[in-house]
């Protein structure tokens, strides 16, 4: 797959990212910053602020990076919706989710999308493991 560490602000990235947070200001940015440091550059990140009362909305103003996009509910109205709120703002081929209080290694959008093409048009959908550092802030 792509080697492409360029951001890009593409009108149709090749992946939407999205991040629904509720005042995780401690956890956001350590999320943002692992989808950000993807292999594959052509992204857009989607932080979607499900009505936060702490300080990530600030967080999430002092992302320069031209792939980020954040987008507000006034009033928290749960994950789903956050989830939804990001699907539908997204522009890309795929949608991936990544929580705010968890964080990507670096070639995971790179394999899964490699192995989304080398089996053909018929497959729109991937996973893959997890691993946990037994630490875990609750919420979402």
Known sequence: MSDDTRPSATESPRVSVVIPTYNREESLARAVDS??????????????????????E???????????????HDANRGVSAARNTGIEAARGDYVAFLDSDDEWLPRKLD?????????????VGAYCDTASTGLSTGGR
Request: proline residues 2%; hydrophobic residues 35%; charged residues 30%.
């Open 35 to 56: 989808a950000l440091a993807q292999t594959v550059g052509d992204i857009e990140v989607l932080v979607v602020d499900d009505g936060s009362t702490d300080e990530t």
């Open 58 to 72: 600030t967080l999430i103003e002092g992302v320069t990076d031209p792939r980020v996009r954040s987008l507000t």
């Open 111 to 123: 394999r899964q999308l490699s192995a989304l093409d080398d089996r053909g048009e018929g497959w």
